[in-house]
Every structure is written in C-alpha cells, then in structure tokens.
C-alpha cells in the first residue's frame, strides 16, 4: 500500500485533522511525542497573537492502540481554542432565519468577525481563490488557505518522525536567514539544542541579534519579513528515489513538500543556486568509497559500532544524485515570503465591485514566521522520507521494514567487500609462481 495522508479543516474551525494510511504496525507513539513538535511549531520571535491563543495538542482517534500503530489509518485530531469567537461566523450547519437575522445584525454594528471579506489582500490566495471557486466572501478561502493548516502536518510528520527514528533517520532545520540578514557559517557554533533554544532557532547568535533588530523594525512600520530555513535529514540510506522516471525522483518529490507550505516561493538542495556560479571541479562531490562513518546514526538495536557506508568528501548536492538519495545528509532550504497580511495594508481592489480600494483586508498575522517555517519544513521532508522508504522497504510490521532496510544495507556494501577480497585472492596467485 502507498503511504499517502491528507489534512482538513479551516483555519477558525472547530478543529484540524490529519489521517495517515500506509503506515506499519508497531511504531511507538504518544500524543506527548506529537506535542513537542506541535509546540515547536508555535515558537519563534516574530509570531502574532494567535499563538498566545492556541495551545496546540493532537487527539490520536485511530490507528493507535496501547502505544503503537496498528497498520490502519491513523487519524489525528487538534481542536482550535479560537472557535469559541467564530462560531456564528464559521458554523458548518446552514443558518436558520433567525441566525441570519442575527448575523446580518452583527455586521451592521460592525463586527470585524461577522463582515463579509471583499478587500483582497496581496499576495494572498484570496482573489485567486474567490475566483476559481466563484466566492464573493473571501472567508471561504482564506479559512483554508491560512498556514493554520500546517499544524496538522506537523502532527502528522511528528509520527513520520517516531517511524523513521525506529530506522535511524532523524530531520531538524535552523533559521538561515531572515530580511536578508544571514548566518556566517563561521559563526555558527550553537549546538543543536542551544539552537532550538534560541528566539529565532538560529545557530548563530550574532547574526539572531540583527535578525530579532529587524523584525522589531518591519513590526513598527507595520511590515512583515521573509527568510530562509534549512532542513537537514541525517542517517537516510542510498536508494530512495529514482532517475527512470520523473515523478519518482525523491529531489523532486522534497521540492514539491516545501514548495506546498505556505508562504515558500524557492527551495535548493545542498549548494543549490551557488553551483551554478562554481566550474564543475568545484562542485562534484568526491566520492571516497566505503569507510566507517562515526558520526552515521545507524539502526537503532542492530548497529552497535561505527556504520560503514559509501562516503563523499563533501556534500554539494546535499545527499542527492540522478534523484536518488546518495547516503550523505539531505540539505533543504526554503525560500519563505514576507506574510502578505500587513498591519499597513497595500492598496488593492474589491471582489464584489471590482474597483480599487486604499486598503487592502487585515486580520490578525504575524511579523515573520521563518522559524516555524522550519519545523513545518521537517515535516514536510519526514513525511516525504516515509512514503520513499515504504516504497522501498516496506512491509506490514515496523520489524519488517526494519529487517528490509537491513538487508538492502548489506547487499549495498557487500560489493565492495566481494571485490576486496577478489583483489587479495588475486594478489595471493600472482605471489605464487615461484622463480618462473
């Protein structure tokens, strides 16, 4: 079965959910373990006032049971603490005389929540998206457009996470860079966990500070910042993915995963544009064959010892080749615009009447969202990780998977060994010829 999941629900909704089917059984899971990603995804400098309202938590209703999936559809639930102020305004039931009455009155006192959208905003989806679908309240699509969404993708890749644990792959992500102010690699000492500490979780305090100076600026001028996250997907095996066709290639697959959450406009992998202004002698990574790699973090309970793998002296491409994961860590960035929700709306036009207006809509929004982005990023790039690795070694059970992935490790490098000891056999009859 293919893995696939699909998420639902509106940004002002009763709730979120998310179902995931293709899963194996035996994967340890918890709604704690999915909490920490959740909570994650609600920090960072920069974030609006939503945040301080929601207290992301999912609800496993399916899938699960004593603490490990089954190999049915997980189903995963988080409930939105905001719906409380939107229930007249986003009440999935038909309205009743009565409440139409009482909801047009609410629009003539004028309440903010009640009042139809018609002022589109730009660079949002709403004109694009009131006109395909034939709305004349831009509610209907903004409701569903909002990166609210994405805290349902994060639950799901936090499972995606728990799974590709049991297989000694792991995702993280930084803030690499936000209002064109970027991290100087050779300042960039935070450890892993100082990182996600910091306000922004950028490795580089120095290059954090101006980045924070920033974002206090564009929030005094009502303005908003864009950026760029890095995700960084250790211990992934050679072989996800494929060069024979185009909707195989796992590079293809990833951009496609990034490009889908809101707000991203580019993605690179490892070098990414910055190859194109090298020679090819500065960009080819060395391949340095088989070696023992103390940093690789293996299968948990079946690698004791440094991993052997097949080794590049660098990692330009960023762990991919021809579409295929190459063994090197996969390198991810995405290019993340400024929120089109400014608190000093641009000019812009009216859905109903199709002339301009001064001000566009506002609704509550945040200043800069590049390190959220970055978890939404991880899972993004776990969940694509998981449907390549089902492809590839998938079985009905997490032991299967695991027994698969194994094997295929071996076989990877037991060419090499095949043919060292080729060479010594051969070397041994070359050295017994006596004087002849």
């Known amino acids: 079965m293919t893995f696939r999941f699909l998420t639902a629900g509106e940004s002002h909704g009763p709730a979120l959910g998310a179902t995931l089917e293709g899963l194996p059984a035996g994967i340890p899971v918890s709604a704690d373990l999915i909490a920490a990603d959740l909570a994650r995804r609600q920090r960072g400098y920069g974030r609006g006032a939503r945040m301080s309202i929601e207290q992301d938590r999912a609800e496993i209703l399916a899938g699960v049971r004593h603490g490990r999936t089954l190999g049915s559809p997980v189903l995963l639930l988080v409930r939105n603490r905001d719906w409380e102020n939107w229930t007249q305004v986003m009440q999935v039931e038909a309205l009743s005389a009565e409440q139409a009455t009482e909801l047009a009155s609410l629009v003539d006192e004028g309440n903010k929540r009640a009042q139809p959208v018609t002022r589109v905003r730009p660079g949002h989806a709403d004109l694009a998206g009131a006109l395909k679908y034939g709305f004349d309240d831009v509610r209907d699509v903004l409701e569903r457009a909002s990166a609210r969404e994405t805290t349902v993708r994060v639950a799901a890749g936090a499972v995606c996470r728990a799974f590709l644990r049991q297989l000694g792959i792991e995702a993280w992500s930084f803030t690499a860079e936000v209002g064109g102010i970027a991290v100087d690699p050779t300042n960039a000492h935070r450890t892993r966990a100082e990182t996600e500490e910091s306000p922004l979780r950028c490795p580089d305090p120095a290059a954090e500070a101006r980045m924070i100076a920033a974002i206090d600026d564009a929030r005094s001028a009502g303005d908003t910042l864009g950026g760029v996250f890095e995700v960084v997907a250790t211990g992934v095996p050679v072989g996800l993915g494929?060069?024979?066709?185009?909707?195989?290639?796992?590079?293809?697959?990833?951009?496609?995963?990034?490009?889908?959450?809101?707000a991203v406009k580019g993605v690179e992998f490892g070098l990414g544009f910055e190859q194109t202004r090298r020679p090819g002698s500065r960009v080819h990574d060395i391949?340095?064959?088989?070696?023992?790699?103390?940093?690789?973090?293996?299968?948990?309970?079946?690698?004791?010892g440094p991993v052997r793998r097949w080794l590049h002296r660098t990692n330009a491409a960023g762990g991919l080749t021809g579409g295929i994961s190459n063994g090197e860590p996969i390198v991810v960035r995405g290019a993340v615009k400024p929120i089109s929700t400014l608190a000093r709306p641009l000019p812009s036009a009216d859905l109903r009447t199709g002339q301009p207006v001064e001000v566009a809509h506002y609704e509550r929004s945040?200043?800069?969202?590049?390190?959220?982005?970055?978890?939404?990023?991880?899972?993004?790039?776990?969940?694509?990780?998981?449907?390549f690795v089902l492809e590839k070694f998938g079985g009905d059970s997490l032991v299967e998977v695991r027994d698969n992935l194994a094997r295929y490790r071996e076989r990877t490098l037991a060419v090499t060994a095949a043919a060292a000891g080729a060479e010594v056999a051969a070397e041994a009859e070359a050295g017994s010829g006596g004087d002849d």
């Open 242 to 262: 494929s060069h024979v066709h185009w909707d195989r290639r796992l590079d293809g697959a990833l951009a496609q995963a990034i490009c889908s959450i809101q």
């Open 287 to 304: 391949i340095e064959g088989v070696g023992e790699d103390p940093a690789a973090p293996g299968i948990p309970g079946l690698d004791d």
């Open 366 to 387: 945040d200043i800069s969202v590049v390190p959220a982005a970055g978890v939404i990023g991880e899972a993004m790039v776990l969940l694509t990780l998981t449907r």
